[in-house]
Structure formats: C-alpha cells, structure tokens
C-alpha cells in the first residue's frame, strides 16, 4: 500500500464518525504560520468529523476536540494503512455546520494550541494542555468572545497581511472590567 496516499477507506460512508483529509492543509498552513504551534505534530493527526452529536460541556457548545487517539487504534490503522496518528482532531459537524471558513481556520488553531511541549518530571514531552480559563485568552481578546458564533465576522488567520499580534479584538465597553483574569 502506498502510504502516500490519501487516507479514505471508503469513498461513500454513512457513518456516524468521518475521516476528512480537508482539514489538513488548513492545519499544515496554521503550523507554517504560527511560531505557538511549532511542537504540533500535524502529519500525525487523524481529522474525524462526527457527522450526528450535538456535543456540550458545561450548557457551552463544543465545537471540536483534540486528544490522544488510543494506542491499540493507532496499532490499528498503522496495520491497515500504513500511517501513524498519535492524535485525533474531532470536528461536530452539526455544532459547526454554519461557521464561516475564517471560524473554521480559528477552530482548528483553537485546537492545535492544546499540543504543547510541557515540563514533566522527566523532562519536557509534548502534551494535550487545557485552556487557562473556558477559552485561551488571547483568541477571545483578538477575535471575541463569541468569535465562533454565527454572526461573528473575523479575520482569516492564514490570509496574507493577517499577523496575529497585530489584530486588535473587538472594542470592550468597560475594557479594565472585562477582561478575562484567572480566578482561584
């Protein structure tokens, strides 16, 4: 088998979960891009979509999910395909169904950013981190704090001219009282 190829058991499946390879230019470009995603091993992450669940954590919509896939599934697929995946990136399809592309693109970097490299007693290793708060800080004060939301409109990260420290965030009424702060 040539493991060059793209990965598609079946051309027409009407499954619940869906491998979809679409997902891994946008990735590979927000890698190219990015310098706080430079540890993100993008070549080894299957893109699922979950074509039926409404999928919610806390009353809060969620949109995608990264995790580790498990390793007898990546024994598994390396045996039937030839590839490694060491992570999954799953999309719901019906929580996502009417996002822009630039929410998309936004989407999947929100995602990436939870692959990082992290001190761990043996040394550093590349893990799946949490956000600081429900949501990295900094995506909400660059692209809002529904920037995922369907009458959002934000900049398309992987356009030219689009550098993420220069995009300013939508105007705050009071900015000294809403902005997001760690509570404990």
Do not use: C
Not at 27 to 40: G, I, N, S
Not at 90 to 96: G, R, V, Y
Not at 103 to 124: F, M, N, S, T, W
Not at 151 to 159: D, E, F, G, T, Y
């Amino acid at each position: 088998m040539d493991a060059n190829t793209k990965l598609i058991a079946v051309e027409e499946f009407n499954g619940k979960f869906k491998i979809n390879e679409d997902y891994r230019p946008i990735a590979e470009a927000l890698h190219a891009k990015f310098k706080e995603l430079e540890y993100v091993p993008v070549k080894n992450i299957l893109f699922i979509e979950n074509m039926e669940d409404k999928r919610k954590k806390n009353n809060s919509v969620v949109y995608a999910q990264i995790s580790k896939m498990p390793p007898k599934f990546e024994e598994i697929i390396y045996q039937v395909t030839g590839k490694y995946f060491e992570y999954m990136l799953e999309i719901f399809k019906e929580n996502t169904y009417a996002m822009s592309r630039e929410q998309i693109v936004a989407l999947i970097y929100h995602e990436l950013r939870h692959i990082q490299l992290v001190q761990k007693k043996d040394g550093p290793e590349i893990d799946i981190v949490a956000h600081e708060v429900e949501e990295w800080i900094n995506m909400v004060e660059k692209l809002g704090l529904n920037w995922q939301g369907t009458m959002s409109q934000i900049p398309n990260l992987l356009a030219d001219g689009v550098n993420w420290e220069t995009i300013e965030g939508p105007m705050n009424l009071f900015p000294a009282e809403t902005s997001l702060k760690l509570v404990k």
